[in-house]
């Protein structure tokens, strides 16, 4: 029971008053009713639970000889080559050159698509030019111009950094000009009278509106981001997670290559986390509803 | 003559174009209202009543006429026409604080936040206690008298208020409509306010301007000068007056005549 009943006059939250003497019998569809919010310990069982039947079933049928050990090794296995990998292959300069790609290129797109995307969200005249353009960039794959970019840019890490900023910019643009528009009229109407002039207006009311949604929009990018990377660093790289599982491949070594998967999927959680935290230290004003 | 003092509007008319046709929303409207006196734009929804309010704070450009506030043309929003809406307007980020200091520190007014214009207004709604509060800890009543301790805290010259009450249970409406009164004498601000409401309309209400809808149009200017012979903020003798009942029954027969007119 996480409903709460909401006091008019104080604005206080109010528990509704449980019996704590008996234990509560248990309504019909206790297990599975419609819309259930759970207490977080609950959600955290629930969520280890689908990781290690997981875990069990891929060990299980890594020993049950479907395919060679060497194809198809069990979570063991890799987690074995993980170690190995940091501890004798310097996997974590691999791992800081990708980190460093994504946080770069990733800070250049914000810092082309935030004021584009606040102008378009905030002047239809602005949405009209820059929408359609931009709009038709979004469905030209980014993996088309590595050829071209090669040709431009050599195989370094321009190369590399220019192709993830195009795989992330035109979406973020779209969507953070989306999250502007979404700001409320009668807000902008209100600071109108109150004597706020357009750039007032623009910082003070749609960006400082818009930003929750700034900081969630970038997380959701982020992700499609490290899936360009692997791409970005099968094509000639030296180094790199993606490089690294391109040469395990070479020599047919699976576990390397399971453990590249397996990095960039912490990795990847880990930045989300981080973008979470931001969201929730910064901005405490949106309550737990969120409304 | 429209006079220099006060909200003047003379011959307004707003048309809007809608599927490739004019409807004329506004017919012709004028009225005067006198600094410090509270008017009400009374009528059945679709007179266009919000649309005037909206004219006034020049949110919306009218078709034809001129409006004019002690003596100076309208013609886009500014400072001295603060406005209310029935929509909740706080700001969520800011804190109620911080909420009603806004149009102060929008306009630079330093004087005016060191002299502590700010608490004087959080007190007069009567949220000391919640300055530090954020909009979603608090009521409907409550962040209305934040939009309304906002608003005055910029010294509007004249206070609109677009069915502000509107969407607050009976209870919480009549608080906040002496509470507003009370202000509003005191502060001696010039108020225009938006209602469907005859009771609200008649009660804070100086002058109320009746409209008529399809197209809208002013039909009757009621005065309340009764009200000056009741005791003050005493509701009870306000609706048990003889005067109040005329003129409720009389209104309400106005709205029922728009009312046939519509079906």
């Known amino acids: 029971m996480t409903a709460k009943l909401s006091d008019r006059a104080t604005g206080q939250a109010l528990e509704p008053v449980v019996p704590t003497s008996a234990t509560p019998k248990k309504r019909r569809g206790y297990w599975f009713d419609f819309n259930q919010s759970l207490p977080v310990n609950q959600r955290l069982i629930l969520g280890a639970v689908g990781w290690v039947a997981f875990f069990l079933l891929w060990q299980i049928t890594a020993q049950m000889d479907l395919a060679p050990d060497r194809l198809y090794p069990g979570p063991v296995a890799v987690f074995d080559s993980l170690k190995t990998l940091f501890l004798e292959q310097n996997f974590l300069s691999d791992v800081i050159s990708s980190i460093t790609r994504i946080v770069a290129s990733f800070v250049i797109a914000v810092l082309i698509a935030l004021p584009l995307g606040l102008l378009m969200g905030s002047f239809a005249r602005v949405d009209g030019v820059l929408n359609p353009l931009l709009g038709a960039w979004r469905y030209l794959p980014a993996p088309a111009f590595i050829p071209l970019l090669l040709m431009w840019l050599g195989t370094g890490n321009s190369q590399k950094i220019t192709l993830l900023l195009m795989g992330v910019v035109f979406f973020l643009v779209i969507m953070l000009a989306d999250v502007t528009r979404q700001t409320p009229k009668v807000l902008i109407e209100t600071a109108k009278t109150l004597g706020g002039g357009r750039r007032i207006i623009l910082w003070t009311v749609l960006f400082r509106h818009s930003l929750p949604g700034y900081v969630d929009t970038c997380r959701q990018m982020l992700a499609v981001s490290w899936t360009y990377l692997v791409i970005a660093e099968i094509v000639a790289a030296t180094d790199g997670i993606g490089a690294m599982m391109m040469r395990a491949k070479r020599f047919v070594h699976v576990d390397d290559i399971m453990a590249g998967i397996v990095t960039i999927g912490v990795l990847g959680l880990l930045f989300d986390v981080l973008f979470r935290l931001i969201y929730r230290k910064c901005f405490p004003y949106l309550g737990r509803s969120h409304s | ?263």
């Open chain 2, 1 to 263: 003559m429209p006079s220099s003092n006060g909200l003047s509007i003379s011959n307004v008319g707003k048309t809007f174009r809608s599927g490739g046709r004019d409807i004329q929303a506004l017919e012709n409207i004028s009225l005067e209202l006198p600094a410090g006196k509270v008017g009400v734009l009374l009528g059945p929804s679709g007179c266009g009543k919000s649309t005037l309010l909206r004219m006034v704070a020049g949110l919306e450009n009218p078709s034809e006429g001129t409006i004019t506030l002690n003596g100076r043309a309208v013609d886009q929003p500014g400072r001295d026409r603060g406005m209310v809406f029935q929509d909740y307007t706080s700001f969520p980020w800011l804190s109620v604080k911080d909420n009603v200091a806004y149009g102060l520190r929008i306009n630079s007014d330093r004087s005016a936040l060191n002299e502590g214009t700010v608490e004087h207004f959080i007190r007069a709604v009567g949220l000391e206690k919640f300055a530090d509060a954020y909009p979603h800890q608090l009521s409907g009543g409550m962040r209305q008298r934040v939009a309304i301790a906002r608003t005055l805290a910029n010294y509007p010259e004249l206070l609109l208020m677009d069915e502000p009450f509107g969407a607050l249970d009976p209870e919480t409406r009549w608080q906040m409509q002496d509470l507003l009164l009370g202000i509003v004498r005191k502060e001696r601000t010039s108020v225009m306010v938006v209602s469907h409401d005859i009771e609200e309309a008649l009660y804070l209400g100086d002058v109320v301007f009746f409209l008529s809808r399809h197209p809208g149009r002013l039909k009757e200017v009621i005065h309340t000068d009764f009200k000056s012979a009741l005791p003050p903020n005493d509701r009870e003798a306000f609706l048990q007056s003889e005067e109040y009942r005329r003129l409720e029954l009389h209104i309400r027969r106005l709205m029922q005549d728009e009312g046939r007119d519509a079906a």
